[in-house]
């Protein structure tokens, strides 16, 4: 099965530091193993969703935030079976490689891709797309047999970044705020259904979810933005799996204790 699982969905600093929603990351298995912005606790919940952090391929960060880059080096270190072996893939934006000791890039190959620049892992085409207003850094286009994911990171709303997102079968979108919020740094609600509503994915998921996010209800906000685009939207969860090719979803909330 090629599917994408949310170790975490939570954004901004207070939802992190509560852990109101984790703060993990984003692991894609297409037979190739990547795992996408590990922030605080991914290794923890690497565990706890039952993903086998040394089968990992890639760890690839998009910007120099915490909530992306804060367990980049436990992954590698759990990817490379300790920094035995020097394996995998580290992807990182330009601004967030220097949070990244030498040491841990010595254990990986490292990328440093431009926006518009092209990376493989293994049998998958990345594409590092641009970000508008948020740090210089990158998203995240993944060609694969079972269609295009697309990935947003944090970006404020530009039209310029549609080009990048079309033709996704899957398109994920970090959306901080709810309609009532606006920042130019970031998305909300309303800047979601514009983009949405324009790429028309197959699904369109949205995540990365802020305290007035969560205060709102992000259920509600993705059924705002499916009805205003047509659009099939959901609300991540933590522990959610989505099946890339059926896009069927599965949830797994497991307890920390006995895994
Ligand atoms: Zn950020």
Not at 223 to 235: D, P
Request: neutral net charge; without cysteine; proline residues 3%.
């Amino acid at each position: 099965m090629h599917s994408l699982t949310f170790l975490g969905t939570g954004g901004g600093r207070f939802v992190l530091l509560s852990q109101r929603r984790y703060s993990g990351g984003i692991w894609l298995d297409f037979g190739t193993k990547i795992l996408l912005d590990p922030g605080p606790g991914a290794l923890v919940r690497a565990h706890q969703f039952k993903k086998k952090p040394q089968e990992l391929d890639a760890v690839l960060v998009s910007h120099k935030h915490l909530d992306h880059y804060n367990d980049a080096e436990v992954m590698i270190e759990a990817m490379t079976y300790g920094t035995k072996k020097k394996k995998g893939i580290l992807a990182i934006n330009k601004n967030a490689l220097e949070y990244i000791s030498e040491y841990h890039q010595k254990a990986v190959t490292v990328i440093v891709p431009k926006p518009g620049e092209v990376f493989t892992v293994e049998n998958i085409k990345v594409k590092a797309l641009p970000t508008f207003k948020h740090e210089e850094g990158i998203g995240f286009r993944f060609i694969t047999e079972a269609g295009v994911l697309t990935y947003s990171s944090d970006t404020g709303y530009s039209e310029k970044l549609i080009y990048g997102y079309k033709d996704s079968k899957i398109l994920l979108l970090n959306v901080i705020f709810p309609r009532t919020k606006a920042l130019e740094s970031h998305l909300n609600t309303e800047d979601a259904a514009r983009i949405i509503g324009d790429v028309k994915p197959e699904l369109a998921i949205i995540q990365h979810f802020g305290t007035a996010m969560l205060n709102a209800g992000p259920e509600k906000e993705a059924a705002f933005i499916e009805e205003k685009t047509g659009v099939k939207t959901m609300a991540a969860r933590d522990g959610m799996t989505v099946d890339v090719e059926t896009l069927r979803t599965e949830e797994r909330q497991l307890r920390l204790s006995g895994f």
